[in-house]
């Protein structure tokens, strides 16, 4: 993890800072990277992406819930975005943290939530993506998805792999045998140097790695990430190898590398935007931050002009 990162990371878990940006994010520049705290405008904003050639993933943020009754809440404001998607027209799926319904409270009734969202996502012929958090969470999350996997098929449920993790080759693999939809992402989680690779050269190669071996298996593989010299890495080994439309995507985050993405669209790809929504947006908010230096700068230049 990169000096920078860490300490943008420890610094928002600090109560003063969180209250602040808590109290000001939205006009300090969430807005950029959350189009909204309801549903209604996640979807408003869903149709402007879906008017450009995009496809999206809405999320609703919240993660660590501490309660059951904060988890079942949860839950049910997800199982209304597949309503909202099926009413609205809109071309979009939906991503899910288990922490938010309740893994970290109890594995069992988690799974219970995830069951019926992902029964609503068949119901309503939509897909959901279990998002992959911290590390300490990762084989709970794995063995929730495999169960729903076998439950509901491919075509409605799939999973994250994190490219900065030591043992996400052996996932892939694994969960490739089961022909797994993967998003691989590079990880924006603070993770100790004993179970992620501390340097970014090493994260992007095990990207582009992770990335080729699903594809290589035969496995959609959604291919997110922003930087444009894996993108055109990528796009070149896809054209050597012959690997069909119908199995991969681009992904984005919402207000990042607009041009990049209509760029992607025009060139005839499959670009998908993932779309966060909600009022517990601080933990998202800051994880964009730590990613990248320019975010931070983007926010600082709000600040002076309040």
Not at 290 to 306: G, H, I, M, S
Request: hydrophobic fraction near 40%; include cysteine.
């Amino acid at each position: 993890m990169s000096f920078s990162r860490k300490v943008v990371l420890t610094l928002s878990e600090n109560k003063l800072i969180k209250s602040f940006i808590t109290k000001h994010g939205m006009k300090l520049g969430a807005s950029r990277f959350v189009p909204g705290e309801t549903l209604e405008e996640a979807i408003e904003a869903v149709k402007k992406l879906n008017a450009e050639g995009l496809v999206a993933t809405l999320d609703h943020l919240g993660e660590f819930v501490n309660t059951r009754e904060e988890a079942l809440a949860s839950t049910e404001e997800i199982l209304k975005i597949f309503d909202g998607i099926r009413s609205s027209g809109i071309k979009s799926g939906v991503s899910v943290k288990l922490t938010s319904i309740g893994l970290d409270i109890d594995k069992e009734f988690c799974f219970e939530n995830m069951d019926r969202i992902t029964a609503k996502a068949k119901e309503t012929g939509c897909f959901v993506r279990i998002d992959m958090e911290d590390s300490p969470r990762i084989d709970a999350t794995i063995e929730i998805h495999n169960r729903l996997l076998e439950k509901y098929g491919k075509e409605h449920i799939g999973l994250v792999i994190q490219s900065y993790l030591y043992r996400s080759e052996e996932d892939v693999i694994e969960l490739g045998k089961k022909g797994v939809s993967l998003r691989i992402v590079k990880g924006a989680y603070k993770e100790p140097a004993s179970v992620a690779y501390p340097d970014k050269t090493d994260v992007d190669r095990n990207f582009v790695k992770l990335c080729q071996i699903h594809l290589k298996n035969g496995c959609y593989t959604a291919i997110a990430t922003h930087d444009e010299n894996i993108i055109n890495e990528m796009k070149a080994w896809i054209r050597e190898n012959n690997i069909p439309d119908n199995l991969f995507e681009f992904q984005m985050l919402y207000g990042v590398r607009n041009g990049l993405q209509r760029r992607l669209v025009s060139e005839g790809y499959k670009v998908r935007v993932y779309t966060p929504f909600g009022k517990d947006w601080y933990g998202f908010f800051t994880r964009r931050i730590a990613e990248r230096p320019a975010n931070a700068l983007f926010v600082l230049k709000n600040l002076f002009k309040q």
